[in-house]
């Protein structure tokens, strides 16, 4: 691990001589918030996979159990706030240094740190869809209506996922759903679920604005998941430089001209002090 000032300062210069980039983020910007990511410093797993959407749209029991487990870990999201790794990113734009956020988050604490200019590429975590009708609410109102029509597992506790998730193991099949209101349709959280597609217009957008930038600065991201690391062979293709800062390995570690394996809140204050 890198001593932050130093990471600091070669991200500076990166920063200097690119100075309109498009920021890729993924969940180690907010583990500083409370908020647990995938996998470790070598990009395995460490806990099972997420929930698969073809599985949670085929199945009453993962859904029974994705949403009792989200009992446990939607209010850890929720309540989390931005850490000083979103505040220098919100300075970042601010400096006309950021382009465009693309994150790989759905937990919204970009937009709480005052981003303005942010692509939630995969979704948000606070709304809730009908995978019907299209009916949409606050993911607190299925919450509450959850926890009404099964107080009987509010007694849980359990470590906590980043999707709103948590490795709660129990009996699930008494859980009552919360139906859609409109139609009695499945609802799902508004986020793309690990086997579905990102929505068209959001790569078009993040690809539109690589196109332009002067360069592709990741955050926080290991990159497995391809689609963020879509964006580092487009950014390779088009002869765009791209720095990674994040704890450990990446996909893209053989793309990159500058990797930094260093604290993110340290690094990007330290790079600031010298912008």
């Avoid at 691990?1 to 969940?27: D, K, S, W």
Wanted: aromatic share 8%.
């Amino acid at each position: 691990m890198e001593n932050p000032e130093v990471a600091g300062q070669q991200l500076a210069e990166f920063i200097h001589r690119y100075p309109r980039l498009m920021i890729l983020t993924g969940a180690g910007v907010s583990t500083d918030s409370g908020i647990p990511d995938y996998r470790d410093h070598e990009g395995a797993w460490k806990r099972r996979q997420p929930v698969q959407h073809q599985a949670f749209m085929a199945s009453v029991d993962v859904r029974r159990r994705y949403w009792g487990r989200s009992l446990i870990g939607w209010p850890v999201i929720r309540n989390a706030r931005p850490n000083p790794a979103h505040h220098s990113i919100s300075d970042l734009e601010l400096l006309n240094h950021s382009t465009l956020v693309v994150t790989q988050n759905v937990d919204r604490l970009h937009q709480q740190a005052g981003t303005r200019a942010v692509n939630d590429l995969h979704g948000r975590a606070d709304r809730v869809v009908c995978m019907g009708c299209g009916y949409r609410c606050d993911r607190d109102e299925v919450h509450d209506r959850c926890a009404d029509m099964n107080p009987g597992f509010l007694r849980f506790t359990a470590e906590t996922a980043p999707d709103g998730d948590a490795d709660l193991e129990v009996d699930f099949s008494e859980f009552r759903l919360a139906n859609c209101p409109r139609c009695d349709g499945i609802l799902k959280p508004d986020v793309v679920f690990f086997g579905d597609f990102v929505p068209r217009e959001r790569v078009t957008t993040a690809l539109d604005t690589l196109r332009v930038s002067d360069g592709l600065l990741v955050i926080g991201s290991s990159l497995m998941v391809y689609s963020g690391f879509r964006f580092c062979r487009y950014a390779k293709e088009w002869g765009k430089p791209i720095a990674a800062l994040t704890r450990g390995r990446t996909r893209a570690d053989e793309m990159v001209q500058l990797k930094l394996d260093a604290g993110i809140g340290e690094t990007l204050r330290a790079s600031l002090d010298r912008l």
